[in-house]
């Protein structure tokens, strides 16, 4: 058996049965990944098979429940299996929790460059990253929910990151701990960036040769953004805006 790994990789997944299969094979070879858990957040295709006939460990919903839910049900079935190496006495059991490296499921082949992510994490030197996408896109609407997230986080901080809503994050579990519960929805990255920054903890923005699957202008896409744009608003109400001290 391998020697333990420092990494384990949680990517919610929703309705992505034609790019899981290789975005989980290129995450398992990021240096340091000896666990990757697909959380099948209510899918109708076939997401969950594919993720686990590619290797993965898949969590079911059985109903949508949202990013924040799959999150944290991710960071659980990993220390459910920390737990059960422990128990089996498996070399390294002892070890401190894996850091978790969190994925969207439509990067495909290019997962395996989130390597760069994780080293600030694995070196001590940040609590959390969160990557910056090396070829920016083109936002269309989209730009209406970073605008409002960017502007937020500053805001309730007085910190802008340059893609507050990127889900490609590397954390430390006593980090992703200290920011739980998330806040709902597709607001946990911008709760999550607010939360650890006013206790103190270190960020760091990486930029990575990441891409994945442009949202589109289509009806069901608009639908998205306005769900997208209500919860990082509703996430953002519920933080007091920050003050700079005097």
Aim: charged share 20%; with cysteine; aromatic share 2%.
């Amino acid at each position: 058996m391998s020697a333990r790994g420092d990494l384990a990789v949680v990517i919610p997944a929703r309705n992505e049965s034609e790019r899981i299969s290789a975005t989980v094979k290129a995450a398992s070879s990021i240096p340091g990944v000896d666990i990757v858990v697909v959380v099948d957040d209510g899918s109708v295709d076939g997401t969950g098979a594919e993720a686990a006939h590619a290797g993965a460990i898949v969590a079911r919903h059985a109903r949508n429940r949202g990013k924040a839910a799959a999150m944290e049900t991710g960071a659980e079935a990993v220390r459910a299996i920390e737990s059960a190496q422990a128990a089996q006495a498996q070399p390294g059991a002892g070890a401190a929790p894996r850091h978790l490296l969190f994925l969207d499921a439509d990067l495909a082949e290019t997962a395996a460059n989130a390597s760069p992510l994780t080293e600030p994490v694995l070196a001590g030197q940040a609590d959390m990253t969160i990557a910056v996408f090396a070829a920016r896109e083109k936002r269309g609407g989209h730009g209406l929910v970073l605008g409002l997230a960017g502007a937020g986080i500053e805001r309730a901080t007085g910190w802008r990151p340059a893609e507050p809503l990127n889900g490609q994050r590397c954390i430390t579990r006593a980090a992703f701990e200290a920011a739980r519960p998330l806040a709902d929805g597709w607001g946990a990255e911008a709760g999550l960036t607010i939360d650890l920054l006013r206790q103190g903890m270190r960020i760091a923005e990486v930029q990575v040769p990441l891409a994945h699957r442009a949202t589109g202008k289509d009806l069901a896409s608009q639908l998205h953004r306005a769900h997208q744009f209500a919860d990082v608003a509703k996430a953002l109400a519920a933080r007091k805006p920050w003050r700079q001290p005097t």
